[in-house]
């Protein structure tokens, strides 16, 4: 079945560095995917839509700048935490799908750890 | 807008027992619903889906069904195992809008003990 890989799985990083998460489709096309945030106790946060060839549409609250989402291609998006601080440690996950209405795939999620 | 609500947790049952997991929801429309499943290090999976009223979504002895009156997608599982031990979210996806974001409900934490 159709799977998405997210990469890395755990990464700690120092504070004030930048950080690359990648999530690849692996056997299907994604013209969009999406990047949730999950913070302790608390539920998905939807960061932003990422597509294909396009800018991303982020939520309302997240920084762009901070927070930059590049979708490359129809198989690999990449977030990117820059200028990192201890605040943006958190589970970061992301979604993806052929098309509306079909199934939404998530990757495996990445810890990410600010020190 | 759209919105989840799910009964907060933890839910803390013996083996064999029987678990429910009320899930409510608010939307236009007609939403799709869906569970997610998160087990102790892991990503989201795919639990289960229903995409109509009255349809029952199952997957692994869960079962959920679509309850338009109600607004309501209460997971349940006749007798539960250790290994169900994991984070349930309830989510939905609107039937406009952009295509495919998940709204989800906060998750509730399901340990069961041998």
């Known amino acids: 079945g159709a799977v998405v890989s997210q990469h890395p799985s755990r990464v700690i990083c120092k504070s004030g560095t930048s950080v690359k998460i990648e999530c690849r489709s692996l056997d299907f096309q994604a013209t969009t995917m999406f990047w949730y945030r999950q913070f302790p106790k608390k539920s998905l946060m939807l960061m932003a839509t990422s597509n294909e060839g396009s800018k991303a549409t982020y939520e309302q609250g997240v920084e762009k700048d901070k927070f930059l989402i590049n ?15 201890p605040e943006d440690s958190s589970f970061y996950i992301c979604s ?5 209405g079909n199934t939404i795939y998530f990757g495996e999620g990445s810890w990410l750890t600010v020190v | 807008g759209n919105s989840v609500t799910q009964m907060e947790g933890p839910v803390t049952l013996s083996e064999e027992a029987f678990l429910t997991i009320n899930c409510t929801y608010t939307a236009t429309g007609y939403p799709s619903l869906f569970w997610y499943v998160q087990y102790p290090g892991e990503g989201l999976q795919l639990l289960l889906k229903a995409t109509k009223a009255d349809d029952k979504g199952s997957n692994k002895g869960f079962e959920a069904t679509y309850r338009k009156e ?25 039937s406009g809008g952009s295509q495919g974001n998940l709204i989800f409900g906060k998750g509730t934490k399901l340990s069961v003990k041998p």
């Open chain 1, 71 to 85: 979708h490359a291609s129809l198989t690999l998006s990449t977030l990117t935490v820059t200028s990192a601080h």
């Open chain 1, 96 to 100: 993806a799908s052929e098309g509306f």
């Open chain 2, 70 to 94: 109600t607004t309501s997608f209460h997971l349940e599982k006749g007798s539960v195992q250790v290994s169900d031990s994991a984070v349930y979210f309830c989510a939905l996806r609107g």
